[in-house]
């Protein structure tokens, strides 16, 4: 396994678009998270799961944001009627337990709504 | 509330300068973990360290050294002959205790760009 891989790497929508993103974290990694990183701006927390349960989710993930992990191993990240305020770095992050030991990241997808 | 501040938007040195990226951090909790992620142009965020907060021995690793300081509530970072290939968005993070269901998410500050010059 060589990592957090995170699919696609860019993505150039319009606005009103739904857009899906892919994670696929270390296949021993029950943790599973989401960040948005802004221009300028270090990554800020949205959503994790552990196994397929998602156990908390950020005050940023608005209605339109859903997030999924439906077997315990890869997790889908959905946005609907973008807007471009989505405009950001998606990253994925995966942990083998407690997050203390240290995440390791994907290396992101990159969303410009237009 | 937890909060991490890298009062230092950007730094430029020239190769072979020693460099230090400063990272203060602000949490209720007694049990907590400090991290330092390199973001090269590529995007990816790279693990370099994580410290607890009773561990407070300074650490090196080759050209990185940290100096974790608990009265100060400081964690830095210095990269001793810095070269080119250092050049990257450099991140301190910060997390709550393990155990009891915590999500133990990292706190981000807003990072250092380091840009090192030939």
């Known amino acids: 396994d060589t990592g957090v891989s995170q699919d696609p790497r860019h993505k150039i929508t319009k606005r009103g678009q739904n857009v899906t993103f892919r994670c696929d974290p270390i296949?021993?990694?029950?943790?599973l998270y989401w960040y948005r990183q802004t221009l300028g701006q270090g990554p800020e927390f949205l959503t994790y799961f552990q196994n397929e349960a998602q156990l908390e989710k950020s005050r940023l993930l608005s209605d339109r944001f859903s997030a999924e992990r439906p077997k315990g191993s890869f997790s889908t990240l959905e946005i609907q009627r973008t807007e471009q305020g989505d405009s950001a770095m998606y990253l994925c992050a995966s942990s083998p337990g407690q997050a203390t030991y240290g995440y390791t990241f994907g290396s992101g997808t990159r969303l410009t709504v237009v | 509330a937890q909060k991490v501040t890298q009062a230092q938007t950007e730094i430029s040195v020239v190769e072979k300068e020693d460099v230090t990226l400063d990272c203060v951090y602000e949490t209720r909790d007694t049990t907590y973990y400090l991290f330092w992620y390199k973001q090269p142009p590529s995007g990816e965020l790279v693990f370099l360290i994580r410290?607890?907060?009773?561990?407070?021995q300074n650490e090196i690793s080759g050209r990185y050294s940290w100096n974790f300081q608990k009265s100060t509530s400081s964690f830095n970072f210095t990269i001793t002959a810095s070269q080119v290939v250092d050049s990257a968005v450099y991140f301190c993070a910060l997390s709550g205790p393990p155990g009891g269901g915590a999500t133990n998410k990292l706190i981000f500050g807003t990072g250092t760009l380091l840009a090192v010059q030939p």
């Open positions: 410290r607890n907060s009773f561990d407070e």
């Open positions: 296949s021993e990694h029950n943790r």
